[in-house]
C-alpha cells in the first residue's frame, strides 16, 4: 500500500501534469499513489511531452488526459497544480502547491527539455518530503 497520494493537476492534462506523474511514478518507487487530471483534457498528451520523457527513460505515451475528479483531491495527501488558477477545487486539510511552469504546448523540444528538468527536480524533492 502506497504511503502517500499525490494529485498533478494542469488545464489539459497533457504536459505538465503528465510529465510530473511521469516522474512520481518511477522515483516514488510505488511508495506513491499518482493521480493526474485536467480542468479541460484535451484529446491527447502533448507528443513533444512524451519524446521529452523518453529522453530521460521514462514512457508516458500510454497515459490519457482525464478530467479533474474531486474524488481525487479529496484522496490527496498533496495536491500540485501547474496554471489552473481558480478552476481547481480547494479542500481544506489538504497540501496545495502552485508550480509555477511553463506550459509546454506548442513548444519545440528543445524548449520543453527545461521545463521537463525543472519538473524532474521539483518531483524529486516532493517525493523526499512524502516518502523518504
Sequence with gaps: MPD???LFVCVHNAGRSQMAAGYARVLG?????VLSGGTEPAEAVN???VAAMAEDGIDIAPAVPSILDVGDVR???AVITMGCG???PVFPGIRYED???ADPAGLPLEAVRPI???IRARVEALVAELVG
Design 4 to 6: 502517500a497520494t499525490v
Design 29 to 33: 518507487r510505488g511508495r506513491l499513489r
Design 47 to 49: 507528443p513533444i511531452a
Design 75 to 77: 484522496a490527496a495527501d
Design 86 to 88: 481558480d478552476a481547481c
Design 99 to 101: 508550480w509555477e511552469l
Design 116 to 118: 521537463r528538468d525543472d
